[in-house]
């Protein structure tokens, strides 16, 4: 009894601190990349050793915990929408991503901005889009399918935009299976089976929150700021600003709850999963860029949930 007392006693505190983390989610986002920067070597070491997809995982989990598989079944109700929205962004996100690398110069930098193009939704845009009051369930459907989408079509996509070698089709699956598909079934599972009776949701939401700004540390601890890489932004601020036209269009008449679930996850595409694309397409200089648009990703998506927060 005294046990489950303090469990019960504990729950207004975790809230407490969840809804802390929600409100101030993006000057924490802010402060957190400026400490990737400054302060690079924890990052890069935890690194090394494969942290980013670890960190990803928890945020996938955390993800998949907030949707039931009945929740999934029903996104047939958004079937045309969601289809609608990967026909346009798989073939024209790579188009914009093409035209801004045509801003910078050299064949590994460029290659770089291309394969931010190809890759799929950013798993973190999921969690944004239920921070954000959006439904959650069709920016699930997005990334599930945009992650099928990037391993069958983003080698023939770079071959055609210049790549020089095929990604491994094989190898980003198995990738995508251990860090997306397996944690996202994982975390509707336990939604589903609902063990803990709900109890567990403020600590849920906490790890959610904090697995997101440590894989933006994690990303900021690898940037290696030059001068070079101010064209480098512009390109990739660049693709991103027409990624959220795109996502904006596709939204247009859709339910509220709709509309952040079509705009985020167009608009953010998964760094660490192009980084790897990029480095197997035009060698590994190429993935120098997708720190640089990790970072931007993430404080797009903060600055839209704080904007949902005030609307």
Same mark, same amino acid.
């Given at each position: ?83 609608? @929205?990967?026909? +346009?962004?798989? %073939?024209? !996100?790579?188009?914009?991503?093409? #035209?801004?690398?045509? *801003?910078?110069? /050299? $064949? ?123 064209? @480098?932004?512009? +390109?990739?601020? %660049?693709? !991103?600003?027409?990624?959220?036209? #795109?996502?904006?269009? *596709?939204?247009? /008449? $859709? ?57």
């Amino acid at each position: 009894m005294a046990s489950s007392d303090g469990v019960i006693g504990l729950q207004p505190r975790l809230a407490g601190v969840a809804g802390f983390l929600d409100r101030f989610l993006l000057p924490l986002v802010l402060i957190v990349a400026g400490l990737g920067v400054m302060v690079p070597e924890p990052g890069r070491r935890l690194d090394g050793d494969g942290a980013i997809l670890i960190t990803l995982a928890v945020l996938v989990f955390c993800t998949g915990s907030s949707v039931t598989f009945a929740d999934i079944r029903g996104m047939r109700a958004a079937a045309g929408r969601l289809a609608l @929205v990967l026909a +346009a962004s798989t %073939v024209i !996100l790579p188009l914009l991503a093409w #035209l801004a690398s045509r *801003l910078v110069s /050299g $064949a590994a930098l460029q290659g770089g901005v291309l394969a931010a193009g190809v890759a799929p939704v950013e798993v973190a845009s999921v969690a944004l889009t239920g921070m954000a009051g959006g439904e959650v369930v069709v920016a699930a459907g997005l990334l599930i399918a945009s992650t099928l989408l990037a391993v069958l079509l983003a080698g023939p996509i770079l071959g055609l935009l210049g790549a020089h070698a095929a990604a491994s089709p094989l190898g980003l699956l198995s990738t995508l299976m251990l860090v997306v598909a397996v944690p996202l079934i994982a975390g509707c599972a336990t939604r589903t089976l609902d063990p803990f009776g709900g109890r567990e949701r403020p600590l849920i939401e906490i790890l959610g929150i904090a697995s997101l700004l440590v894989l933006l540390w994690e990303i900021s601890s690898e940037l290696r700021l030059h001068a070079s890489d101010g064209r @480098v932004a512009v +390109a990739l601020l %660049v693709f !991103l600003a027409g990624a959220g036209v #795109l996502g904006r269009l *596709l939204a247009r /008449g $859709a339910p509220p709850g709709q509309r952040t679930a079509v705009i985020l996850p167009t608009t953010m595409r998964d760094f660490a999963v192009a980084a790897g694309i990029a480095a197997t397409a035009f060698g590994i200089a190429a993935a120098a860029p997708l720190g640089i648009y990790g970072v931007m990703v993430l404080v797009f998506g903060a600055i839209t949930v704080y904007l949902s927060k005030r609307a």
